[in-house]
């Protein structure tokens, strides 16, 4: 098979979404793992086979990997969290009969890149809630006192509702978007998310921000544990 440099970027990219929510497990990100990429984690399960130094190496670069993480965390929060945290005040409860297509409210217009079908080029930080007013999930660190900005969601693989959501959005944009149950889980319970439940979302586009893992990083997660995504 002819290399192909644009699959590997892929699964890099996967890589490293792998290795932000084994960092942050616990937190938002962990959640958003579930709304947000539904990839297959297909791997090799037999530990038995691995080999200790090599896996010692592993966590060494994954470490390392986890610090510039959060280090890009810390530098995007301190950018956007002022901004963003003025619209947790939109989270109110709503009737969740009247959710029956996605609509949205545009509460500020970017100056960026349109976001068109397919296009996943971008970043997202977010806010979801039910219409009980229920929070499930956000990119803050506590929604009801807020310090901090986790790192944001990459796009790709998201819910129906929230793909066409963004649709027209710009870059620097922040929108509200209103999602009927069929277009989120439908009758599909995901975690704190019960089945059949509309969600509202509001989702601040910023561009595309990614921290790459190393070559070694990336070839020993291979090897340890497999790549078939």
Same mark, same amino acid.
């Given at each position: 098979?002819?290399?192909?440099?644009?699959?590997?970027?892929?699964?890099?990219?996967?890589?490293? &979404?792998?290795?932000?929510?084994?960092?942050?497990?616990?937190?938002?990100?962990?959640?958003?793992?579930?709304? &947000? #990429?539904?990839?297959?984690?297909?791997?090799?399960?037999?530990?038995?086979?691995?080999?200790?130094?090599?896996?010692?190496?592993?966590?060494?670069?994954?470490?390392?990997?986890?610090?510039?993480?959060?280090?890009?965390?810390?530098?995007?929060?301190?950018?956007?969290?002022?901004?963003?945290?003025?619209?947790?005040?939109? &989270?109110?409860?709503?009737?969740?009969?009247?959710?029956?297509?996605?609509?949205?409210?545009?509460?500020?217009?970017?100056?960026?890149?349109?976001?068109?079908?397919?296009?996943?080029?971008?970043?997202?930080?977010?806010?979801?809630?039910?219409?009980?007013?229920?929070?499930?999930?956000?990119?803050?660190?506590?929604?009801?006192?807020?310090?901090?900005?986790?790192?944001?969601?990459?796009?790709?693989?998201?819910?129906?509702?929230?793909?066409?959501?963004?649709?027209?959005?710009?870059?620097?944009?922040?929108?509200?978007?209103?999602?009927?149950?069929?277009?989120?889980?439908?009758?599909?319970?995901?975690?704190?998310?019960?089945?059949?439940?509309? #969600?509202?979302?509001?989702?601040?586009?910023?561009?595309?921000?990614? &921290?790459?893992?190393?070559?070694?990083?990336?070839?020993?997660?291979?090897?340890?544990?497999?790549?078939?995504?």
């Amino acid at each position: 098979m002819a290399y192909n440099p644009e699959l590997k970027t892929s699964l890099r990219q996967r890589i490293g &979404v792998i290795i932000i929510a084994i960092v942050l497990l616990g937190s938002t990100i962990a959640l958003y793992m579930g709304i &947000v #990429l539904n990839y297959n984690n297909a791997g090799n399960n037999d530990t038995s086979q691995i080999d200790p130094e090599k896996e010692a190496r592993y966590e060494e670069l994954r470490a390392e990997y986890n610090a510039e993480i959060e280090a890009k965390a810390k530098e995007l929060s301190a950018t956007y969290f002022d901004t963003f945290a003025t619209y947790r005040s939109r &989270v109110k409860s709503f009737n969740a009969a009247n959710i029956t297509e996605v609509t949205f409210e545009d509460l500020k217009v970017g100056t960026g890149e349109e976001i068109t079908e397919g296009f996943t080029d971008y970043s997202a930080y977010y806010i979801g809630w039910l219409s009980n007013e229920t929070v499930f999930d956000s990119s803050f660190d506590d929604f009801a006192n807020p310090t901090s900005l986790h790192f944001p969601l990459a796009g790709g693989n998201l819910i129906e509702g929230w793909n066409r959501g963004i649709i027209g959005m710009k870059i620097g944009g922040i929108r509200e978007i209103s999602i009927p149950a069929e277009l989120a889980y439908g009758a599909n319970e995901q975690g704190d998310i019960p089945a059949n439940s509309p #969600l509202k979302f509001i989702v601040m586009l910023i561009p595309f921000t990614d &921290v790459e893992p190393s070559d070694e990083l990336y070839e020993l997660y291979y090897e340890l544990y497999g790549g078939g995504y």
